[in-house]
C-alpha cells in the first residue's frame, strides 16, 4: 500500500515539473461592422499587439481575413490567432501588456476607446489544445505571395463528447495527421476546442499556395487509399454532425 501510495505521489510530481509539450492556442474573431473600424483594428495589431507579443517571446502571430470568396464572413471578421507554451502563459498576456509602455502609447486608441467610438463590434474567444500528434505550431511553407495563398480553418463538430473524442482519435491514432503531412497540406496546427461556441468540436488550419492548389490537395486526399481505408473502419463511423471551413488569407503583417 505504501509503495502504490508513493508511485502515485512522485507520478503526480514528475507529471508537474515536466508539463505537458502540447501548445495551446487563442483565436480571437474579431466582428467589424465598418472600414473605420477594421482600419483601427488592423493597426492596433500590426503596431501594438504583434509587437507586444514579440516582446514577450511569443514569435508568431496570425492575423487573417476572410478571402472574398467566402460568402460566410467576407468583410466582417478578422481571425487573430496566438499561440501560447501553457494556459499560464495566456493568462499573464493581459497583465504583461499592460505593463509595457510601448504597448500602450502604440495602442492607445484601441484601448482607450469611447463608448460611442469602439474599434470593433464584438469579438468571439476559441481557446484550444494541440493534438498530441502536433504538438506545436509550424509555419507554413509557402513561396507564393501572401495575397494569393489560401489558408483553411476547419471545425468539426460531433454529436457528444464521446463521438468527437473519436473523431480525435482518428486524426491522432487513426493516422489523419500522418496523411495530411504525407500529402504537403502545410498544417499550422490541430487543436481540441477546450472553450468555444460550437463544443465539443476540433479545429485545424491548412495552408496552400492558392485556391487550386487547394483543390488538388483535397482531390488527393479523398483518392488516398489512407483515407479510403479509414472511413470505411466502422470504428470511426458518423463521428461528425457538422464540417464547417472558413477560407481566409493572411495580413500583410502576419507571422504566418
Known amino acids: 500500500m505504501f509503495l502504490k501510495t508513493f508511485l502515485f505521489l512522485l507520478i503526480g510530481f514528475t507529471a508537474f515539473i515536466n508539463p505537458s509539450k502540447r501548445e495551446f492556442y487563442e483565436i480571437k474573431i474579431y466582428n467589424v461592422s465598418s472600414k473605420e473600424q477594421e482600419i483601427r483594428l488592423e493597426r492596433y495589431l500590426k503596431d501594438a499587439y504583434i509587437p507586444g507579443l514579440h516582446r514577450m517571446g511569443i514569435k508568431t502571430i496570425g492575423v487573417f481575413k476572410p478571402v472574398a470568396a467566402d460568402t460566410v464572413s467576407f468583410g466582417k471578421l478578422i481571425y487573430v490567432l496566438t499561440p501560447v507554451k501553457n494556459m499560464e502563459q495566456l493568462l499573464v498576456i493581459p497583465k504583461k501588456l499592460h505593463e509595457d509602455a510601448a504597448y500602450l502609447t502604440a495602442g492607445k486608441d484601441y484601448i482607450d476607446a469611447e463608448y460611442n467610438n469602439p474599434p470593433y463590434s464584438r469579438f468571439e474567444t476559441i481557446i484550444l489544445e494541440a493534438f498530441p500528434d502536433a504538438p506545436k505550431l509550424v509555419l507554413p511553407k509557402l513561396n507564393g505571395s501572401k495575397s494569393e495563398r489560401i489558408y483553411e480553418l476547419r471545425s468539426y463538430e460531433g454529436h457528444t463528447e464521446k ?60 483518392n488516398s487509399p489512407e483515407w479510403k481505408k479509414l472511413i470505411a473502419d466502422p470504428q470511426y463511423m458518423h463521428n461528425v454532425s457538422k464540417n464547417t471551413s472558413y477560407f481566409i488569407c493572411p495580413t500583410e503583417f502576419s507571422d504566418i
Do not use: C
Request: no cysteine.
Open 163 to 222: 463521438i468527437y473524442q473519436n473523431k480525435v482519435k482518428m486524426f491522432n491514432e487513426g493516422g489523419e495527421v500522418q496523411l495530411f503531412s504525407r500529402l504537403g497540406f502545410n498544417a499550422v496546427f490541430y487543436g481540441e476546442v477546450i472553450s468555444g461556441s460550437h463544443m465539443p468540436n476540433l479545429m485545424y488550419m491548412t495552408t496552400f499556395e492558392n485556391k487550386t492548389s487547394r483543390d488538388e490537395h483535397w482531390k488527393e486526399f479523398g
